[in-house]
């Protein structure tokens, strides 16, 4: 894999502003607006059955989240990623409480069995879960586990068929062949919520302009890694309301050589 365009990855995001259409959850939806824009993507968040399948076919990615499902718009997700499958659209998939509850562990391997999904974003507990492998997971956080982080996103990969991202404190991606571990970051962003889920629409902003998911995956958690350090270098003593706000000035300012200096990437596998 190559990981020395980090930095070209993120001008290409900034250059092409790629339109991404998240069906993503009550909870993080502006904040994953602001977060996009503030990247330099360009977010349109859209759920009605009526029109899901014309909006993801124009997008440049479709990231669909399960944070709080519900039937309709579990329907309106299968709608925009078939569309999204017909026009070529990468589409991301957040499992958002995965083993939670058996809705959310059904509901993401339906989608997984009846979309062809380029990337999985989650923490290891809902990758575990979406395996069928023993995670402890409460509510939506990732919950202790414990285990070879690495080693469960090359078999998740191998069993999902896709590059599966597993984020925390080290964040492993693997597309079964090749696995690459990416550190750094700052534990603040486990204290705002929608921090996991506004990566996986970043994930999709780069997908949208990189032709190898797992590249994508990379160059992605490590800008997102890299904004994150920066900001807690800023404001982080103050908390996390102010960290929130330095971490989206930050995804704004964030600059390519920053990402390839702070960028921690190693190619773990392949
Ligand atoms: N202890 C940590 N130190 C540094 N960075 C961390 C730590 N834990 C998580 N992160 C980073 O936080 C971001 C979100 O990952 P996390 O695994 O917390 O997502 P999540 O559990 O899906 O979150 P949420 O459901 O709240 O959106 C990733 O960029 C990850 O690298
Ligand atoms: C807190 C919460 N509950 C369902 S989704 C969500 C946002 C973080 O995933
Ligand atoms: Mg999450």
Known sequence: MDIRQLGANLQEVRDRKPLVHNITNVVVTNF??????????????????QEVAEIAGIAGALVLNIGTLNEVEVEAMKLAGRAANERG???????????????????????????????????????????????????VD??????DVAELARQAALKLGCVVAITGETD?????????????????????????????????????VVP????AAVAALAAYSAAAELAAARAGKQGPGSFQIAFLDLLWSVSPSD????????????
């Open 89 to 139: 659209v990468p589409v991301v998939l957040d499992p958002v409480g995965a083993g939670a509850s058996a809705y959310r562990t059904e509901t993401a391997r339906s989608l997984l069995d009846e979309l062809d999904i380029a990337i999985v974003r989650g923490n290891a507990a809902e990758a575990a879960n979406l395996i069928g492998r023993d995670w402890t997971i409460r509510g």
């Open 142 to 147: 990732a919950g202790a586990g414990g285990g």
């Open 32 to 49: 994953t607006a602001n977060g996009l824009l503030a990247l330099g993507a360009s977010p349109v968040m859209a759920y009605a059955r």
């Open 212 to 215: 190898d998911p797992l590249e």
């Open 259 to 270: 990402v390839e200096r702070l960028g921690k990437v190693e190619v773990v596998e392949g």
């Open 172 to 208: 492993y991606v693997s597309d079964g062949r090749r696995t690459a571990a990416v550190r750094g970051g700052d534990a603040l962003l486990t204290r705002v919520t929608g921090a996991g889920c506004l990566l996986s629409s970043v994930i999709g902003a780069y997908a949208a």
